[in-house]
């Protein structure tokens, strides 16, 4: 299947500061990538769909202003949560369709964000 | 809206055994896919199965099979054969009509596999 990568893996910061997550495609382009929120034992929240080439799709109720995505190329998009607060502590994942078949989403490992 | 629903937070089932995981869900899209994610302890997505909502076929991958019933808006998941390394974090999703990689998760359901 295809690969789909994040960085870093955890990351613990000051509240105020900002925290970049980058997601790659490996193997494959993906002119489109999602990110998704998820609280401990919970369920996978959409935050925003990335679009190559063009502004980000953020669902209702996501700060577009304080989750800044950026689709740098075919296979990377970055998410930078801005001026975190310990709120912000989450696992973001990112996902790409993937190979040949489009339908299926294929997941990053995830990154593990603690805002002390 | 689309919502997920998944009626039971925690599963168990013995090795070499047959366990079934329920999950309904609600869309008002014409044309939809319908996913089984796994969840292990590590956090990776892992893909178990998916449903084209056109095909009436239930969909099977080697130990794995959903019971698709459209009307109903019911789609499980039938582990066949349970292997201690099936137990994790299941959850269902929709996809949000034509836009694939918008997915409705379910809440999930926690599945314990005894040895």
């Known amino acids: 299947g295809a690969v789909v ?13 900002s925290v970049k997550i980058e997601c790659r ?12 929120r998820q609280f401990p034992k919970q369920s996978l929240m959409l935050m925003a769909t990335s679009n190559e080439g063009s502004k980000a799709t953020y669902e ?57 | 809206a689309q919502t997920v629903t998944q009626s039971q937070p925690e599963m168990s089932v013995q090795e070499a055994e047959t366990v079934t995981l329920s999950c309904t ?37 080697n130990r794995f099979s959903v019971n698709f019933q459209k009307a109903a808006k019911s789609f499980s998941l039938k582990i066949s054969d349970s292997q201690l390394g099936d137990a994790a974090m299941y959850f269902c999703a929709s996809s949000r009509g034509s836009t694939l990689g918008r997915l409705y998760f379910g809440r999930g359901t926690q599945l314990t596999v005894w040895p």
Not at chain 1, 25 to 36: E, H, I, N, R, V
Not at chain 2, 25 to 52: A, G, H, N
């Open chain 2, 25 to 61: 869900y609600d869309t008002s899209e014409s044309d939809y896919y319908l996913f089984w994610y796994k969840q292990p302890p590590s956090r990776q997505m892992i893909l178990v199965i998916r449903q084209e909502a056109y095909k009436q076929q239930n969909a099977t991958e």
């Open chain 1, 5 to 17: 990568s994040q960085h870093p893996s955890w990351v613990i910061c000051k509240s105020g500061t």
């Open chain 1, 25 to 36: 495609s490996l193997d494959f382009q993906a002119t489109t990538m999602f990110w998704y």
């Open chain 1, 60 to 116: 209702q109720g996501v700060e577009k202003d304080k989750f800044l995505i950026n689709h740098a190329s075919l296979t990377l998009s970055t998410l930078t949560v801005t001026s975190a607060h310990p709120e912000d502590s989450s696992f973001y994942i990112c996902s790409a369709p993937g190979g040949q078949v489009r339908e299926t989403q294929y997941f990053g490992p995830g990154t593990r964000l603690l805002v002390l």
